[in-house]
């Protein structure tokens, strides 16, 4: 049933493999060795290689030649350094062989070489903004620094700016091959810190253009429309939305030379940035278009996972489920978390908290209450009802609410990191959580208020990297468990960590 874990090591490291080459060299030797050849064994060999030297003593002292020597000392050395450099590639949770795989969904689990992935991330929607400009690209290469240096291994931007100040599509089609650049080096930068991201493909929203863009758009083009919902439905601007999806999917980055549908270093592709359709409250014309534009990123990119970017709210098709949305207009704008999420060609769910903005803006434990509810229900419902992930994509509280504190902040933190936990421990489809956002310094003329600055904010920063730690030590534990086959997992070292409710 189980290998233990010595022999699973020796076999895992190709030790063995080494140990065979050993014998093929003992069979053609006769005479003994220098006793320095045990002398190095002992100061430079260590772990697994040196127990299977040990086990090889005997025929290893029969080695006649210099030559012999020179060779095994060699090989032995080359061995250990790859030992080395692969233990501490697992040390930070990366197999040094398979270190930058696609992660992939196997039912209700994210996984990553067949072993589940946990997502401690955060959000930076203005990276290719700043990076289009030399003199504040730097300030990505920071985020990405910080975010690792906590632990974080997703993160969320944008891949889109429509007809705006910097625009990476100027119009239809049309793009800015400098601003393009800009978003090949975030996505490069992101693969040097081992981060992968969410890109997400056009925003609901008036900023970064939007889908008020698209409408201009085709009125410029001779359409005669009315609203902002017409993006949804116009057969022009569903085409228009096709072609920057395809041309952004087909992109041949010019740092790494990798066509972004190739590209592990990409998490997931988000349809639209929180999509809203009120105009039509039953919620059939953004089905329509959720159906179609997955199943379409889905024909040019069956490797990645594809996501809607809602915000979670639910709609007619489960009434009994609204009681659960932060207010009545929740209901009327057009989302429907349970039947979106059951559109073809959709991987995992994606939900967003903000108490402040959906309930009052002024802090109170009104706020911790809804975020353990409306986290707990999108998690029974993908595990009921869906069948797949749920990641809580964007969460946070603004610094402009009345009544705002940096202790409330964390225990906003804590509250949204202990619910991912306890789901994540019971292999329950709570994937992890996007803290919105992650800011360095000198970005401040960015901020909305929810900065989280990881160098100046230490107590957020000491949370968010214990919760990195936990699911670190997590994805070894199950790591560990399919490795070896084993059907029984430790929890002493997770365990020890979960056990003080003050840290989390």
């Given at each position: 049933?189980?290998?233990?874990?010595?022999?699973?090591?020796?076999?895992?490291?190709?030790?063995?493999?080494?140990?065979?080459?050993?014998?093929?060299?003992?069979?053609?030797?006769?005479?003994?060795?220098?006793?320095?050849?045990?002398?190095?064994?002992?100061?430079?060999?260590?772990?697994?290689?040196?127990?299977?030297?040990?086990?090889?003593?005997?025929?290893?002292?029969?080695?006649?030649?210099?030559?012999?020597?020179?060779?095994?000392?060699?090989?032995?050395?080359?061995?250990?350094?790859?030992?080395?450099?692969?233990?501490?590639?697992?040390?930070?949770?990366?197999?040094?062989?398979?270190?930058?795989?696609?992660?992939?969904?196997?039912?209700?689990?994210?996984?990553?070489?067949?072993?589940?992935?946990?997502?401690?991330?955060?959000?930076?929607?203005?990276?290719?903004?700043?990076?289009?400009?030399?003199?504040?690209?730097?300030?990505?290469?920071?985020?990405?620094?910080?975010?690792?240096?906590?632990?974080?291994?997703?993160?969320?931007?944008?891949?889109?700016?429509?007809?705006?100040?910097?625009?990476?599509?100027?119009?239809?089609?049309?793009?800015?091959?400098?601003?393009?650049?800009?978003?090949?080096?975030?996505?490069?930068?992101?693969?040097?810190?081992?981060?992968?991201?969410?890109?997400?493909?056009?925003?609901?929203?008036?900023?970064?253009?939007?889908?008020?863009?698209?409408?201009?758009?085709?009125?410029?083009?001779?359409?005669?429309?009315?609203?902002?919902?017409?993006?949804?439905?116009?057969?022009?601007?569903?085409?228009?939305?096709?072609?920057?999806?395809?041309?952004?999917?087909?992109?041949?980055?010019?740092?790494?030379?990798?066509?972004?549908?190739?590209?592990?270093?990409?998490?997931?592709?988000?349809?639209?940035?929180?999509?809203?359709?009120?105009?039509?409250?039953?919620?059939?014309?953004?089905?329509?278009?959720?159906?179609?534009?997955?199943?379409?990123?889905?024909?040019?990119?069956?490797?990645?996972?594809?996501?809607?970017?809602?915000?979670?709210?639910?709609?007619?098709?489960?009434?009994?489920?609204?009681?659960?949305?932060?207010?009545?207009?929740?209901?009327?704008v057009g989302t429907d978390f349970i039947r979106n999420n059951q559109a073809l060609g959709?991987?995992?769910?994606?939900?967003?908290?903000?108490?402040?903005?959906?309930?009052?803006?002024?802090?109170?434990?009104?706020?911790?209450?809804?975020?353990?509810?409306?986290?707990?229900?999108?998690?029974?419902?993908?595990?009921?009802?869906?069948?797949?992930?749920?990641?809580?994509?964007?969460?946070?509280?603004?610094?402009?609410?009345?009544?705002?504190?940096?202790?409330?902040?964390?225990?906003?933190?804590?509250?949204?990191?202990?619910?991912?936990?306890?789901?994540?421990?019971?292999?329950?489809?709570?994937?992890?959580?996007?803290?919105?956002?992650?800011?360095?310094?000198?970005?401040?003329?960015?901020?909305?208020?929810?900065?989280?600055?990881?160098?100046?904010?230490?107590?957020?920063?000491?949370?968010?990297?214990?919760?990195?730690?936990?699911?670190?030590?997590?994805?070894?534990?199950?790591?560990?468990?399919?490795?070896?086959?084993?059907?029984?997992?430790?929890?002493?070292?997770?365990?020890?960590?979960?056990?003080?409710?003050?840290?989390?």
């Open positions: 049933c189980c290998k233990s874990p010595d022999t699973a090591l020796a076999e895992d490291n190709g030790i063995s493999t080494l140990s065979l080459w050993f014998v093929s060299i003992d069979q053609r030797t006769e005479s003994p060795v220098n006793m320095e050849l045990i002398n190095f064994k002992s100061h430079v060999l260590g772990g697994a290689l040196s127990h299977v030297l040990q086990v090889s003593y005997l025929s290893v002292l029969e080695l006649r030649t210099f030559v012999s020597l020179a060779l095994f000392v060699l090989c032995s050395a080359v061995f250990m350094i790859l030992t080395q450099h692969r233990a501490l590639a697992n040390s930070h949770g990366v197999n040094s062989e398979e270190e930058w795989e696609m992660v992939q969904r196997k039912g209700q689990q994210f996984t990553l070489n067949g072993q589940p992935f946990y997502v401690n991330g955060f959000n930076t929607y203005w990276m290719m903004t700043l990076a289009a400009d030399n003199s504040t690209r730097g300030k990505v290469t920071d985020v990405f620094q910080q975010a690792s240096a906590v632990g974080l291994t997703v993160g969320r931007t944008w891949a889109f700016n429509d007809g705006q100040w910097r625009a990476l599509q100027k119009s239809p089609s049309v793009y800015d091959e400098d601003v393009f650049k800009a978003l090949d080096f975030v996505v490069s930068e992101a693969g040097k810190y081992k981060i992968r991201l969410i890109l997400s493909l056009v925003n609901n929203w008036n900023d970064y253009g939007g889908k008020a863009q698209y409408v201009k758009w085709g009125n410029a083009s001779g359409l005669n429309l009315t609203s902002d919902d017409d993006f949804f439905t116009n057969p022009t601007l569903r085409d228009f939305y096709k072609s920057h999806v395809r041309t952004v999917l087909n992109r041949v980055n010019t740092f790494t030379n990798i066509t972004y549908k190739n590209d592990p270093t990409i998490f997931a592709w988000e349809l639209m940035n929180e999509p809203r359709c009120p105009s039509d409250p039953s919620g059939d014309k953004l089905q329509s278009w959720i159906q179609e534009m997955a199943v379409f990123v889905k024909s040019l990119d069956a490797k990645h996972m594809v996501e809607i970017g809602l915000e979670g709210f639910y709609g007619p098709s489960a009434p009994a489920r609204t009681k659960f949305n932060p207010n009545p207009y929740a209901a009327q959709v991987d995992f769910a994606s939900v967003h908290v903000y108490p402040d903005a959906w309930i009052s803006p002024a802090v109170s434990d009104t706020f911790l209450e809804f975020t353990n509810s409306w986290m707990q229900a999108h998690v029974e419902d993908a595990e009921t009802y869906l069948g797949m992930p749920v990641l809580f994509t964007e969460f946070g509280v603004s610094a402009h609410d009345p009544g705002f504190n940096t202790s409330f902040r964390d225990m906003m933190l804590n509250t949204v990191y202990k619910m991912t936990l306890n789901s994540t421990r019971k292999g329950g489809a709570g994937a992890g959580s996007l803290v919105w956002q992650v800011f360095p310094q000198g970005a401040e003329f960015m901020d909305d208020g929810y900065a989280v600055y990881l160098t100046r904010a230490h107590t957020a920063s000491k949370i968010i990297s214990l919760q990195s730690k936990r699911l670190a030590i997590f994805n070894s534990l199950c790591g560990w468990r399919c490795k070896w086959g084993c059907k029984k997992k430790n929890h002493t070292a997770l365990d020890a960590l979960l056990s003080h409710d003050d840290e989390l």
